[in-house]
Nanobody, 120 residues
């Protein structure tokens, strides 16, 4: 299962960006989809995750500013980021886990990452 992320860029503090990540492949079922980020010199951290039934969880640092959603028909996850701050600057990576249909094989895939830079 391959993930393709897009939507990053340069934005001023207080601005907004929308990231999207589409999963492709054949015969798979996705369970959770999420966004992580990694800033220079820092560990990768969870930003937000959404389950197959729409339950969400957010890092405390983005609650109230970021919204994660997914379109199951398109196997796509979105991250709406509002009121961006300089500390949101990072490479954002999407992640998806699930199973290969017709088997018990699980997968856990990562997208290639998209850069988000917030200027103050």
């Amino acid at each position: 299962v391959q993930l393709q992320a897009c939507g990053g860029g340069l934005v001023q503090a207080g601005g907004s960006l929308r990231l999207s990540c589409a999963a492709s492949g054949t015969f798979f079922s996705i369970h959770d989809m999420g966004w992580y980020r990694q800033a220079p010199g820092k560990q990768r951290e969870l930003v937000a995750v959404v389950t197959s039934v729409g339950s969400t969880n957010y890092a405390d640092s983005v609650k109230g500013r970021f919204t994660i959603s997914r379109d199951n028909a398109k196997n796509t996850v979105y991250l709406e980021m509002n009121n961006l701050k300089s500390e949101d600057t990072a490479v954002y990576l999407c992640n998806a886990d699930g199973t290969i249909l017709g088997s018990t094989r699980a997968f856990n895939s990562w997208g290639q990452g998209t850069h988000v830079t917030v200027s103050s």
